[in-house]
């Protein structure tokens, strides 16, 4: 099989001409699908019966969806994928899988011979194994599709395949999963075909015995009877032929719809994860329900986890006539007002979108904002007219005309007074509206230059101020002391209100496009076209530090205790920076310009909207994405409520949607660290948390770990020479146990403060201890397992000696200890110090994890997958597997009937008796460390630079039953006719996906 972009069919075709003149069979698309016959499915069929995947790599084929699906099915079905360049490409452009593997090179500039003669060596490496990891695959494939016994293998097929596979765990390609599935009940059916046998040749025999003479006394009886009835027999024969044939008839119509249902299944999930992009998670949705609908499959089901962990509920979505250049929140976070380009201001209810009002202004509203008291609301549009309108019903009290006479820059009328008819030529264009903190004070920033500040008690002209240049931009200061403008030209005006003396800010080389006082008022922060955001102080106007960026600083939004603040520009990126020192503490990307970002009033959150049609939603302490939500156009504003329970956007196209994000899953609090962090453990007694970043430790007593929220950067308790691999407690609680990567492993005393190193190895060694704290037993990376005196540090039993392999350990408050080795796992009582039990399981057991009761074994391996075994009459047997990728930590809930594991960016929650997913935490970065409280009600995890702490009671459990329901309530409406038939044809009848959406 062969998989390129169109814009690389000339290299493509040379290629595939040479593997032709080499005896080569080559399946590519322009010559291998039959007319009228599906696409896609073709495509996916090639590369499932192809014996080799070539992939040509270059700027386009990297960039092409459909080559990303190929790439992706040819890697689920462990074939054998080999990478060509064609093109040069950037190797953190390419997805993991090609990423990976050695690269031959190809290109116009490359000896052809040479990179054909590689070619033909990694396709006929093991030529025999990859013939017959083909012709399994296929086998396999046929049977988990139909589900017939008879495709099963059999005889010496059976033993032939059992043993190729159990010999090419470490071959390429790798056995999948679904062949070793495939060859299980192979074998099982096997074994029962030969009880059936065996006992049907038994009862047979003792029925001739039983018989012989019974049929001599009665064969002239039963002939005449036989005479008799044999006409009978024929029709009654007859009868059943026919029925017979009508049931064959209706088994095999039943065959081909199903065989046709899962072919369809397939098809939508395969579009489901095409569509799995930014600004279309709801088709994607759509099409994965589809697909779970027709027929269950884990790719479904995944995309459906991964579709809802980033969707929050919709609440209300509304339209204005054109794009919403304004939304701001009432002080009670009630309701909120939004001004549109179609002229018109709406004000909304935000827990149901029912509109307030909506009026009407001369042009197109380019600001509003409510008073303190909510009383009032105040528009400014294109035309230069300000509206002051009563907040509950939007009832007109003052219009404000901006005039171009300096002398008289204002008309000021009441609601009954005629407005002029003001020559378009002769507008001021009306940018920002604002009203001071104490509500005494409206300023209007205008295009000409001038601030205008109205008096709100008497609705007077007050005073005013001149900047150079068109303002755009402008704010009180929280305190209400100072306001600040800045303008097209690039000057930033500072105002003194109590003074009325100005300051002129750090200027900028380009128009200032956001503007923005920290919550303390102490710091002023701007952007412009000039890819610059300048930090000054308030008092003086200095500039304290400048930020560079790589395109325009479109907008900023401070930390609600002003310590840091995002700026978002259209270079894709969100960056956050600390206040005081401006250096960079995390950094987010999106995928295109980001125009809009706002902190919740929490500072937990931060949310960014701009062209790439997404609303996105991040962790603030760790820039974990939480949320990634679709609009129909770019977002151009967006606001939290006051609650922070609700997120609010407006876009170009004018669409205004209210989202429900109260249940997302937050952590109560936080602890932020200076570098990485490597582990975190609660201690039995409930009293410490320890907690590692690099090579330091942190020893937080109760009150701090459930209270603190911000960062640590002095006073940790112990500081070593090597990184902190793991940490464990003692279960009395009076020793910690460290392993560093320097291959140390530390025992410290909780009272004394004491420490010392108990052994040294490379790498360190994995550790538990006893349950009477007396004991700590290791395990080497050569698999030697040791028993050590934690009082004295000696050694005092050696359970096994080196030559097993990669040891992972875990214990349980009976002493049952497991330990995994390569290729096997041992559990020992080690209070008789007997061998309990042993379980055969291919692989580098990373990880291993007991519940608390010991009824259940948990082990990863090196081949991405997590088996769980149940303990019964003494022995385990395998209960479930479950696929995943790369493990760093692993854990029972305390209960028992949970199993944590941490991956690369998120932390997953399984339900071993079942093994399906049930809930999923996203994350930044490896989580690397698991812990829960001694009371099991919180759970800390420790990725990226951070602790979190989460309450377990409001983590959203979601069961496979539950999960198409609830994929249903995270989206707006269903496919329409025309987008049904575009996605599934005209002969398949409209069907609606979600019953409680709008159609």
């Known amino acids: 099989m062969v998989s390129y972009s169109r814009k690389d069919s000339v290299a493509a075709r040379k290629l595939i001409d040479a593997f032709e003149k080499m005896g080569m069979e080559v399946w590519v698309d322009w010559e291998d699908i039959p007319p009228a016959v599906g696409w896609l499915d073709q495509v996916l069929k090639g590369i499932e019966e192809s014996d080799a995947f070539i992939f040509l790599i270059s700027p386009d084929s990297i960039a092409s969806e459909v080559c990303m699906a190929e790439v992706a099915h040819a890697a689920k079905n462990s074939k054998r994928i080999i990478p060509i360049v064609v093109r040069d490409v950037l190797a953190k452009d390419v997805v993991q899988t090609i990423r990976d593997i050695n690269w031959i090179f190809g290109r116009e500039q490359d000896d052809f011979e040479q990179c054909l003669a590689k070619i033909k060596i990694a396709i006929e490496l093991d030529i025999e194994w990859v013939g017959e990891h083909k012709r399994l695959q296929i086998r396999a494939l046929e049977w988990d599709r139909k589900k017939d016994i008879s495709l099963l293998l059999r005889g010496r097929d059976l033993r032939t395949a059992y043993t190729l596979v159990r010999t090419a765990e470490k071959k390429n390609p790798t056995p999948t999963e679904l062949q ?62 026919a029925k017979q044939s009508e049931k064959r008839a209706r088994a095999a119509e039943a065959d081909a719809r199903t065989s046709e249902n899962l072919a369809k299944a397939q098809r939508s ?67 909120f007002i939004t001004g549109s380009a179609d002229n018109t201001a709406c004000e909304w209810t935000v827990k149901d979108g029912k509109m307030v009002f ?25 035309l230069g007219h300000v509206l002051i309108l009563d907040a509950k019903d939007g009832t007109l009290q003052n219009e404000i005309v901006m005039l171009p006479d300096p002398k008289s820059p204002i008309l000021i009328l009441g609601p009954n007074d005629t407005s002029p008819q003001t020559a378009p030529t002769d507008a001021v264009p009306v940018w920002d509206v604002n009203i001071s903190p104490d509500g005494s004070l409206l300023a209007i920033a205008r295009n000409d230059g001038n601030v205008i500040f109205i008096d709100l008690r008497t609705r007077k002209y007050d005073f005013g101020f001149y900047a150079t240049g068109s303002l755009r931009v402008s704010a009180f200061s929280p305190n209400g002391r100072l306001f600040a403008a800045g303008s097209t030209n690039g000057s930033v005006t500072l105002w003194n209100l109590s003074t009325n003396k100005t300051v002129q800010a750090p200027p900028h080389h380009g128009q200032v496009l956001s503007i923005e006082f920290s919550p303390d008022s102490s710091r002023l922060v701007t952007g412009g076209t000039d890819s610059l955001a300048l930090v000054a102080q308030t008092g003086t106007g200095a500039e304290l530090f400048h930020i560079v960026n790589e395109d325009w600083v479109e907008d900023i939004a401070f930390s609600p205790d002003s310590s840091w603040f995002v700026t978002v520009s259209e270079d894709q990126r969100v960056r956050v920076w600390d206040t005081n020192t401006g250096k960079e503490r995390l950094r987010m990307l999106q995928d295109s310009f980001v125009t809009a970002v706002q902190v919740s009033s929490n500072g937990q959150w931060i949310a960014t909207t701009g062209a790439d049609q997404t609303i996105r939603l991040w962790n603030a302490s760790t820039g974990a994405e939480i949320f990634q939500i679709p609009l129909k156009a770019s977002g151009s504003v967006l606001a939290f409520s006051k609650d922070g329970n609700y997120l609010v956007s407006g876009d170009e196209g004018g669409g205004v949607n209210i989202w429900d994000i109260s249940t997302m899953i937050s952590p109560t609090n936080y602890v932020q660290f200076s570098g990485l962090t490597g582990d975190v453990q609660f201690s039995p007694s409930g009293e410490w948390l320890a907690a590692s970043d690099e090579g330091r430790v942190w020893l937080l007593n109760k009150g701090q770990f459930t209270t603190l929220t911000g960062s640590l950067t002095d006073g940790a308790n112990l500081k070593l020479n090597a990184n902190v691999q793991k940490l464990r407690f003692s279960p009395d609680s009076n020793w910690l146990a460290i392993s560093t990567s320097g291959g140390e492993l530390i025992l410290y005393n909780m009272q004394s403060g004491e420490q010392k190193t108990v052994l040294h190895s490379d790498p360190a060694p994995n550790f538990v201890f006893s349950s009477d704290s007396s004991q700590i037993i290791t395990a080497s990376a050569d698999g030697k397992v040791q028993a050590w005196d934690v009082a004295s540090g000696k050694s005092v039993n050696t359970l096994l000696g080196a030559g097993s392999g990669v040891a992972a350990l875990d214990i ?81 809930n305390p209960r028992g009937d949970q199993l944590l594991v941490g991956e690369k960016d998120v932390l997953y929650f399984f339900d071993p008796q079942t093994g399906g997913e049930i809930a999923r935490i996203p994350h930044k970065d490896a989580v690397r460390g698991i812990s829960f409280s001694a009371d099991g009600a919180t759970l800390a ?32 409406q269903n496919f329409d006719q025309a987008q049904w038939t575009a996605f599934f044809g005209e002969n398949d009848p409209f069907r609606i996906l979600c019953e409680n959406l709008q159609h």
């Open 812 to 892: 349980t408050s009976n002493d049952l200890l497991a330990v995994g080795f390569i290729d096997k796992l041992f559990v020992w009582d080690l209070s008789s110090g007997e061998l309990n039990s042993d379980v055969t399981s291919t692989g580098d057991h990373t990880f291993v994890a007991l519940n608390a009761y010991g009824s259940l074994l948990a082990a990863s391996n090196s081949s991405g997958q997590i088996n769980i075994w149940q303990r019964k009459d003494g022995s385990f047997a395998l209960l479930k597997s479950i696929n995943s990728g790369n493990v760093f930590s692993m854990s029972f």
């Open 941 to 972: 995890t420790a990725s990226f630079k951070v602790v979190q702490f989460w309450d377990v009671t409001k983590i959203p459990f979601i069961h496979q039953e539950q999960l198409v329901a609830t994929a249903c309530t995270r989206l707006i």
């Open 358 to 382: 909506c009026a009407t202004s001369s042009g197109s509203v380019n600001d509003a904002a409510f008073s303190p008291d909510g009383q009032i609301v105040v528009t400014g549009d294109e």
């Open 269 to 335: 999930a395969a579009k489901a994860q095409i569509y799995q992009r930014p600004g279309e998670l709801f088709t994607s949705t759509l099409l994965a329900i589809d697909s779970l609908q027709r027929s269950p499959s884990f790719e479904a089901e995944e995309i459906l986890r991964k579709n809802i962990s980033l969707l929050p509920i919709p609440v209300k979505q509304m339209a204005q006539g054109a794009r919403i250049n304004a939304l701001r929140f009432s002080p009670d976070g009630d309701t």
């Open 180 to 241: 070793h599935i495939y060859i299980q009940h192979s074998r099982r059916n096997q074994r029962l075909l030969y009880i059936a046998w065996i006992s049907t040749t038994i009862a047979l025999l003792i029925m001739i015995a039983l018989s012989l003479t019974a049929i001599d006394q009665a064969r002239l009886a039963h002939e005449n009877e036989a005479r008799a009835r044999q006409q009978e027999q024929q029709a009654k024969q007859n009868e059943v032929y």
